[in-house]
Nanobody, 124 residues
Framework: QIQLVESGGDSVQTGGSLRLSCTTS?????MGWFRQAPGKEREGVAS????????YYANAVKGRFTISLDTTKTTLHLEMNNLTPEDTAVYYC????????????????????WGQGTQVTVSS
């Protein structure tokens, strides 16, 4: 069982930036970031296929968020820029060992390992 630990959540104002990090205890083929706002379903934000570093993004964050993996492939990052109140949510790091196609779909049900989440709050 891979352990995932997120960090970096904070409160910022609209237009601000944050960088989330997630450390993993093991290697997986695909890692991703998801978020869940109060009263809403968990949604995919971004994922990265670790074998070739291909990245995938939800339309809502394209051009503003960047997912990356460090060279040791043990720390996942999510750089978030131009934040808006709609980005307020608990952000979760997740991992799975399925193929690249599954990674691209960014569906929560396909990910087997989850972190505990980190709160991001954006105020207007």
């Amino acid at each position: 069982q891979i352990q995932l630990v997120e960090s970096g959540g904070d409160s910022v104002q609209t237009g601000g930036s944050l960088r989330l990090s997630c450390t993993t205890s093991g290697y997986t083929k695909c890692m991703g970031w998801f978020r869940q706002a109060p009263g809403k379903e968990r949604e995919g934000v971004a994922s990265i296929y670790t074998l070739d570093s291909n990245t995938y993004y939800a339309n809502a964050v394209k051009g503003r968020f960047t997912i990356s993996l460090d060279t040791t492939k043990t720390t996942l990052h999510l750089e978030m820029n131009n934040l808006t109140p709609e980005d307020t949510a608990v952000y979760y790091c997740a991992a799975q060992s399925e193929g690249q196609g599954w990674c691209q779909l960014l569906r929560a049900k396909d990910f087997r390992n989850w972190g505990q989440g980190t709160q991001v709050t954006v105020s207007s």
